[in-house]
């Protein structure tokens, strides 16, 4: 198990700067849900690295599309809204998050989850 780590910083949109910085190089894909939050996607392309869409359904994510994108594309990370997705409101079903949990083990990639509105779920 790799130990934990945090990093402190004035918003969620510097981490996620920092994080396409240390975690990517110019040509790396990072796949995101689609659609996404565009000031993500900014970053991510200023970043250089080819950014790739992985359709919503109203669970979360598609999974078999998902896996087939994780075996053609060797992404870096996947950037993940779960709770309350921005801009759809879709919240990924516990599910979901477990079978993200054991593909980004197998295929050896980050989750950069976002989750700016946990606190917000009643």
Known sequence: MAPAAALISNCSLQI????????????????????????????????????????????????????????KEKPRFFYIIP?????TGVATSLAKREILVELAERYVFWVLEDNPCRDLRY
Request: aromatic content about 10%; glycine content about 8%.
């Open 83 to 87: 709770d309350f997705q921005n801009p």
């Open 16 to 71: 996620r700067e920092f994080l396409t910085q240390l975690l990517t190089s110019p040509g790396d894909v990072v796949l995101v849900e689609k659609p996404s939050y565009d000031q993500a996607i900014t970053i991510f392309r200023r970043a250089g690295v080819r950014v790739v869409g992985v359709p919503l359904e109203p669970d979360g994510f598609a999974g078999k599309t998902f896996e087939r994108l994780l075996e």
